[in-house]
C-alpha cells in the first residue's frame, strides 16, 4: 500500500521490541521561554499531591490474530465514541476495524471493505449519532484509491469517491454539516516520492475533488478542521517542509507558518486552531504562533480540542529501542505531562478526541510480543 508518511515515522521510532513494562512518557512540552523541569519522586511525608489528569488504558477489541491497530477516533457524547483503523499486518493492513464505545466497552462494528487485497481507515469524524465519515484507503492489486465510509444511525456504507489515476489515499477527515464534509490526503505515489497534495468535498449529495495549489514537488495533507464552513484548515508536509492550507468558503490556499519540522495533526477550538507536529502552533485569528516545544526526541501527532483552555496532544517518544506514548495537556496558560499507568510493550498514540466536561480519548498501538495491538486510554483523574 502507499503509506510513506506512516512508515516514516513507524521506522523512526520504533526500532525494535522493548521487552518488559514501558509507561507513558514523563517529558513535558514547554511553553516559549520555559525552563526544563525535573522529575522528583514525592517523598513519603510529603504533603498529598494535587489532584491532576492521567491516563487509564481501558480495554480494546483486538479482533485479528494477524494484528490490529486504531489510527483515529472521535467522540459525540461520553457514551459514543468511535475509533478506526485496521486488521493485519502493521505494514499491509488488509481490512478496516472499527470500534465503538457505548458507555461500557469497546465492541468491534462491522464495517466494509471494498479492496480485494488491503484496506485501511485512517480519521473519523463523528458529527452526530447518526452522521459520521471514516476516511482511508483501499487496493484490489493496482494502486491504493480513496476509501469513505458513512455511518448513517444504522450501519457503516460505502460512500461513492471519483476514481483517482495514479491512486490516492485519504488521511483526515472534517464533518462541517450533513452537505458540508471535507476529507484529505495525497494523489499519486508516496513510495517513489511523487505524492501531491488531494482534497474531497462532500455537498450532501456526492463527493468531488478540490483544487489544493500547494505547490511543485512532493506534497501530503495528514490532517483537517473546520472553525466553519468558510474557515478550514488543513496541515501536512511539502518538500520536507510544514504545509498549511486555509480554505475561505471559495478555494484553498497556503498559508504562511514560520516554522521547520512537520505538522501531523490539527484541530479547532472556539477562538484558536491547534497544529502539531515536531512543535505545537496555535492560531488567535490573525498570527500563528509556537506555544510549546517537546522534549527528548518526541513527536506529535494527534490534537483534540474541548475548549480554548482545555487541549490535548498526543504522540511517543523514542525509548529503549522503541517508542512510549506521548500525552500533553493546555490547561489555558502551558502545556504540561499527562502521565499514564504503564502497559506492556512499545506503545504510540495516534489520535485523540475531547469534549467538553473532561471527556477525552486517545487511541493508538502497542507492539507486545511479537504482535500489535490496539491502545485506548480514558482521561481520569488522580491524586497519586
Known amino acids: 500500500m502507499n503509506d510513506d508518511l506512516r512508515r516514516s515515522l513507524r ?14 512518557s514523563l517529558d513535558a512540552a514547554l511553553p516559549d521561554g520555559g525552563s526544563t523541569p525535573e522529575a522528583t519522586r514525592t517523598p513519603a511525608t510529603a504533603s498529598p499531591p494535587t489532584c491532576g489528569p492521567m491516563w487509564e488504558t481501558v480495554p480494546s477489541a483486538d479482533p485479528d490474530p ?15 465514541v468511535w475509533a478506526v ?24 462494528v462491522a464495517s466494509p471493505n471494498p479492496g480485494a487485497v488491503a484496506n485501511v481507515l485512517r480519521a473519523v469524524d463523528a458529527r452526530s449519532s447518526d452522521d459520521a465519515w471514516a476516511v482511508g ?15 448513517d444511525g444504522v450501519s457503516w456504507t460505502v460512500s461513492p469517491v471519483p476514481f483517482v489515476s495514479g491512486g490516492a489515499s485519504l488521511r483526515g477527515v472534517v464533518a462541517i454539516a ?58 501536512g508536509y511539502r518538500h520536507y517542509r510544514p504545509l498549511l492550507m486555509h480554505f475561505d468558503g471559495t478555494r484553498w490556499a497556503p498559508a504562511v507558518l514560520e516554522a521547520t519540522g512537520t ?78 499507568r504503564a502497559v506492556p510493550g512499545s506503545d504510540t498514540f495516534i489520535s485523540a478526541t475531547a469534549l467538553p466536561g473532561g471527556a477525552v480519548w486517545a487511541v493508538g498501538y502497542r507492539d507486545a510480543g511479537g504482535e500489535r495491538l490496539t491502545l485506548v486510554a480514558h482521561r481520569m483523574r488522580s491524586c497519586g
Open 11 to 24: 521506522n523512526g521510532a520504533i526500532a525494535a521490541f522493548v521487552a518488559g513494562v514501558v509507561g507513558f
Open 66 to 80: 494477524g494484528g490490529s491497530q486504531l489510527l483515529g477516533v472521535s467522540a459525540t457524547t461520553r457514551n459514543e
Open 85 to 108: 483503523g485496521a486488521r493485519g499486518p502493521a505494514e499491509a493492513p488488509v481490512a478496516t476495524l472499527v470500534e465503538r464505545w457505548d458507555g461500557e466497552r469497546w465492541q468491534v
Open 137 to 151: 484507503s483501499s487496493s484490489s492489486g493496482a494502486e491504493d484509491q480513496p476509501l469513505v465510509l458513512h455511518w
Open 178 to 235: 450533513p452537505d458540508d464534509a471535507w476529507a484529505v490526503g495525497f494523489a499519486g505515489d508516496a513510495t517513489v516520492g511523487v505524492e501531491q497534495a488531494f482534497a474531497l468535498h462532500w455537498d450532501g449529495v456526492s463527493w468531488t475533488v478540490s483544487s489544493v495549489p500547494a505547490g511543485d514537488g512532493r506534497s501530503l495533507l495528514a490532517s483537517v478542521t473546520a472553525v466553519s464552513s468558510t474557515e478550514v484548515w488543513a496541515v
Open 263 to 340: 505538522l501531523a495533526a490539527v484541530a479547532a477550538s472556539a477562538d484558536h486552531v491547534w497544529a502539531v507536529g515536531s512543535s505545537i502552533w496555535s492560531w488567535d485569528g490573525s498570527s500563528w504562533n509556537e506555544t510549546g516545544g517537546i522534549r527528548g526526541g518526541g513527536h506529535l501527532l494527534g490534537i483534540a480540542a474541548a475548549t480554548d483552555r482545555d487541549v490535548w496532544a498526543v504522540g511517543y517518544r523514542p525509548a529503549g529501542g522503541g517508542t512510549r506514548a506521548l500525552a500533553e495537556r493546555f490547561g489555558g496558560r502551558r502545556w504540561t505531562l499527562v502521565p499514564g
